[in-house]
């Protein structure tokens, strides 16, 4: 398994967002599985899968832009990856999907959320594919 390893070159931690917040100590890319592997100051590390990333994008294209209501279920991104991940500043980091979608601006602390919420968020998309009759195949 090959992964693109980003190592801390940041800030320290709690200089950004809010003080004591968690800070990504490494982030590890894993093209061919789809995957995006982040250490946490905290000691917390998730895996998260490119699809899950993708369909909680912080863009605007996904989360609207009048609040909860406007936001958009992707759908058909079973076989997406991450094509390339590029550093925001000392807060963030940009996503490139295979599928092309790039917009998204992903936080240290919107990548922790992902991670400790990532079962009752990948359930409630579940739940929303199935409402609304669309799949997770393209």
Known sequence: M???????????????????????????VFRGEGRLEIDFSDGKSYALPAEYLRVESPSAEVMG???????????????VKIAAVEPVGNY????????????????????????????????EYQAALLHRGLSRDP
Request: charged share 30%; proline share 7%.
């Open 2 to 28: 090959n992964a693109d390893r980003f190592p801390k070159s940041v800030p320290d931690e709690g200089s950004y967002e809010s003080d004591g917040a968690p800070w990504p100590d490494e982030l590890r």
């Open 65 to 79: 832009h009048g609040g909860p209501a406007t936001r958009k279920i992707v759908s058909g991104c079973r076989h």
């Open 92 to 123: 963030a980091i940009r996503i490139v999907f295979d599928d092309k979608h790039d917009t998204g601006i992903y936080s240290w602390s919107y990548l922790h959320e992902l991670g400790e919420t990532q079962a009752e968020r990948w359930a």
